[in-house]
């Protein structure tokens, strides 16, 4: 990609006590870019998209936010940032719509945004339920609509499908495609869904143990990785990223 | 209009309110629970109702003559008093002497012959408050010298048993009940009530909101957004205190409406207090869950800090009662400070220029406590 890149991630670190949860990551975002960081539990993928998020400081390095840094810039990068958690619950006896109308005030938004978001995540009928009574999928298509109340530059998902059934996953992947092919949101997404990243992603960072792996787009990950070992010289390359994610690890994504 | 109605404050307010009002739980707790709770202590308090009380007489029958029975002082006074002779579904015995008083209230005793083990059972069950022995004529009284009840059942007694005569002409003393406003439990009671509401609404409201809403990832993802991080503390604090307004008046209505009950001090007094004592316990629910994410350990927090001062501040009863070294620093506790100021307000007519001290001191303690929590507050 030529053009800017909307996330730089140079060099960071960061630590918690005796666990050194990034160790020297390096990553460019570019506009329009749908980046999955691949990796199992505890590789590192949280603490690397909570520091783009400007909820933590790195350790060591710098993350710049279309070209700045969030010291001194938080107010405006806030602004231009969307966001879903693995598992945020929101306030149970607020209808789905006032939810939408909570979050949209901070942005300065109103109700024609929430109408259109809330038909894009499709919970027009959902409009009046309690967000106690809502499915798992419809919960989780209500934090992506959040996510998408202030027509973000950046969306940041982290394992927004953990948990879901195949149907509801889906439903969040068709509306994922739509944005892609409506926007120029940059997207990162941390999974350990290895379709997830194959339907959604057009580069994929693999990650664990705080250190990129492997990156590059999804041909470039199964073409070039088959003169790397003696065991891929036998078996011939991998076929799909679980393969490929066993080939670096010695692991399965899940375990 | 729409931009009001757009912006965040607002939105929060509404947010709070509804999820507030939602709550069966929260209006039952917030606002039944105390109005039955001074209707059942007012009344219990309010109007003197007759009692009744269990003596055991330890020994041979003291209470009906056998052939061959020596003389017996407790038996010759029931006999002489014509206590009812009762006969009990396992075909015990008892005596029953009544003695009324208009004034005080009439009291009914109950005596049972019954050995010193069976006694001594009854007592622990609380089915006794006086247990009597007689030898040679000489009565003994046995009783927790540290419980009120039997110290009151033991000098009402051996007053009588001493002066029989008030049987007939009871309270020869001159007794004039004093029911006037302002002297009644339940003026004591009210103020009491409405503080302590206070402080529990401010303590699970504020504290416990925060708390839920932290270890529910709600705060993170709200930071995660340009919301003004004061403005989400300022409305869960104003939705409380207006609920505090609601529960305090529905509260003084209903005490209006059933016990009477007046303000007879200054009523902008009543409000300056009301809202420095709201301030005070927000601050300090603020500052109690500005670090924790575990609904547990908020539990353990809150209960920590209401508890003793629902029990020393004189909510129910006076906190003079406890003894002399303790009551500078129960005077001290922000409950006891609002109590004092509010109940001095109701019940001793205290005007506006005599709260404005107090009054600051407790803004001064929502402020700080306020400031500090905020300073460690842990958004995620």
Known sequence: MNSEAVIRVKNVHKSFKTVHAVRGIDLDI???????????????????????????????????????????????????????????????????????????????????????????????????????????????????????LNKPKILLLDEPTTGLDPQARREVWMILKKLKDASSTSLILTTHYMEEAEQLCDYIVIIDHGTILKEGTLPDLLGTSSAVTKKEEYHGPPRNLDELFIELTGRHLNE | MVKWLNSQLWQLILANARELLREPAVLFWGIVFPILMSLGLGVAFTKKKDVTVNIAVIGRNHLVQAPGDSASVIRNFLQDNRAALRVGKDGALSRELRVPDDKLGGTTYIFENMDWNTAMVSLKRGNLNLVMDEDNGQISYHFDPMNPDAQLTYLKFSKLMKEPGMLIKPSETEIRPLTVNGTRYIDFLVPGLICMGVMMSCMWGVSYDIIEKRSKKLLR????????????????????????????????????????????????????????????????????????????????????????????????????????????????????????????????????????????????????????????????
């Open chain 2, 221 to 380: 993802r709200m930071i995660a957004t340009p919301m003004k991080r004061s403005n989400f503390l300022v409305a869960l604090i104003t939705v409380r205190i207006t609920m505090n307004f609601m529960e305090a008046g529905l509260l003084l209505f209903f005490s209006w409406l059933v016990f009477d009950i007046t303000i007879q001090g200054s009523v902008p007094a009543l409000l300056l207090f009301f809202i420095s004592g709201n301030i005070a316990f927000a601050g300090i629910a603020v500052f109690l869950s500005c670090n924790t994410s575990k609904t547990e350990i908020g539990n353990g927090l809150i209960n920590l800090i209401s508890m003793p001062m629902m029990v020393l501040s004189g909510i129910f009863f006076s906190y003079h009662n406890f003894p002399a070294w303790s009551l500078p620093v129960i005077r001290k506790f922000p409950l006891t400070m609002m109590a004092d100021g509010v109940r001095g307000i109701f019940i001793e007519s205290t005007g506006f220029s005599q709260v404005l001290l107090p009054a600051a001191i407790m803004l001064a303690i929502g402020v700080v406590f306020f400031t500090a929590g905020l300073k460690l507050f842990k958004w995620h």
């Open chain 1, 30 to 148: 570019h506009p329009g870019q749908f980046v999955a960081l691949l990796g199992p539990n505890g590789a590192g993928k949280t603490t690397l998209v909570e520091m783009i998020e400007g909820i933590q400081k790195p350790d060591r390095g710098e993350i710049l936010i279309t070209g700045k840094p969030w010291r001194g810039n938080e107010k405006e990068l806030r602004k231009i940032i969307g966001l879903s958690l693995q598992e945020t619950r929101f306030i149970d006896k607020l209808r789905l719509f006032e939810t939408l109308r909570l979050f949209a005030s901070f942005f300065g938004l109103g109700k024609e945004r929430c109408e259109e978001v809330m038909n894009l995540v499709g919970l027009e009928e959902k409009r009046q339920a309690y967000v106690v009574n809502l499915s798992g999928g419809q919960r989780q298509r209500l934090a992506l609509g959040v996510a998408l």
